[in-house]
């Protein structure tokens, strides 16, 4: 599928203005989750706030959980804006820790929600506190601009941010795509236009019927969560 030039357009000039912004001289740490659980097992169908789709999701991951199909996930949601997302792993080989899946999700959630959510199932227990709710969630979206920090790329894992290192030491036009659902990639080209629009093209191919996202150009972050 071919990407919209008239949108690209728009997206580039945009993005190669924000090249012009200065880079922070030191990004600040990004926060973590807030992980909590209970020992409520967590019951989807109580959950009436949930979108049918929502609620069939997390019936699934716990079933899924159950039957030793995943090793662990994490279920963020935020009742406000009918957004929902989880994460998980297959084995506990794969070396990703709640921490990383609660991220994630989070900020999976968020992107859609554009408001912080929460976390409403850890391993198929009930996340909420003492009180009996769900803590506050950071906001893991902000502070995204500034200087390409493989650390800070929202949506993917810790082992796609190694991975994803590699970009940093590229020189010349470049340009990279991150979607919500944890696929990533980056192009080269002659120009920073040619380079945006190869990605696109590219990561629409590749992860047909999600969100592709602009998330830098060159060695800037020009990823707005907010522009959505």
């Known amino acids: 599928m071919a990407p919209n030039l008239s949108k690209l357009s728009a997206t580039c000039c945009v993005a190669l203005l924000a090249l012009a912004a200065p880079a922070c001289a030191q990004q600040p740490a990004l926060p973590r989750p807030v992980l909590v659980t209970s020992s409520t097992e967590t019951d989807p ?5 949930l979108t049918d789709d929502g609620r069939k999701s997390l ?3 716990l079933a899924q959980e159950k ?3 995943i090793h662990a996930f994490v279920f963020a949601a935020v009742p406000s804006a009918d957004a929902w997302a989880f994460r998980s792993t297959s084995k506990a080989t794969d070396f990703l820790s709640v921490d990383d899946l609660a991220r994630a999700a ?3 959630c968020q992107f859609f929600a554009k408001i912080p959510c929460y976390i409403i199932s850890i391993n198929g227990q009930d996340a909420r506190d003492q009180y009996g709710g769900y803590p506050m969630q950071p906001n893991l979206l902000a502070g995204q601009r500034g200087r390409f920090d493989p650390a800070r790329i929202p949506f993917v894992t810790s082992s796609d941010q190694v991975s994803a290192a590699a970009y940093a030491n590229q020189t010349g036009p470049r340009a990279f795509v991150v979607t919500p659902s944890d696929y990533w990639l980056w192009r080269t080209g002659k120009t920073e236009f040619d ?3 190869s990605a696109y093209a590219d990561c629409q ?3 047909a019927g999600q969100t ?3 998330y830098a150009v060159d060695d800037q972050v020009v990823f707005e969560p907010s522009h959505n």
């Open 67 to 69: 039957a030793g199909t």
């Open 59 to 61: 019936a699934a991951a």
């Open 205 to 207: 191919k590749g992860a």
């Open 195 to 197: 380079a945006i629009a």
């Open 212 to 214: 592709c996202v602009l």
């Open 45 to 49: 169908q109580a959950l009436a706030w």
């Open 106 to 108: 989070l900020q999976t």
